[in-house]
């Protein structure tokens, strides 16, 4: 399911709302599948409803599930959900790369280290 880590500077909504996005992308919430009810996961993560309520809003806007009035909030199974993964995934590359750089880290020493990763040496 869906770990929370208190310790973690994401606040809890956007943890909830990776975590979900992360189970539909393995496929572990199949495409139409009906989602817990906000009142259901809040109790089961002991977690405030208005948290719960918020990462369905913005998945909803982000269009990984949608909601059908007095059934509940669903999967939506969309095919470009790998394609914005992968882009969401791209981004945070390009901005730990960045980061790294502003720091100094020579892009020899970044390239080298994605290579051996690639290479299955890190």
């Known amino acids: 399911m869906i770990n929370i880590n208190y310790r973690d500077s994401r606040p809890i909504y956007e943890q909830i709302k990776d975590g979900l996005k992360t189970l539909m992308l393995a496929g572990a919430i199949a495409k139409d599948e009906k989602l817990p009810s906000v009142r259901d996961l809040a109790v089961k993560m002991s977690i405030n409803p208005n948290t719960i309520q918020r990462a369905y809003r913005e998945l909803e806007a982000e269009g990984f599930i949608y909601s059908v009035s007095g059934k509940g909030s669903f ?41 051996g990763i690639l290479d299955g040496n890190k």
Do not use: T
Request: net charge negative.
């Open 75 to 115: 999967s939506s199974g969309r095919p470009d959900l790998d394609e914005r993964k992968r882009a969401e995934l791209d981004g945070k590359l390009k901005e730990v790369i960045e980061r790294l750089l502003q720091m100094g880290v020579p892009a020899g020493d970044i390239r080298d280290y994605v290579q």
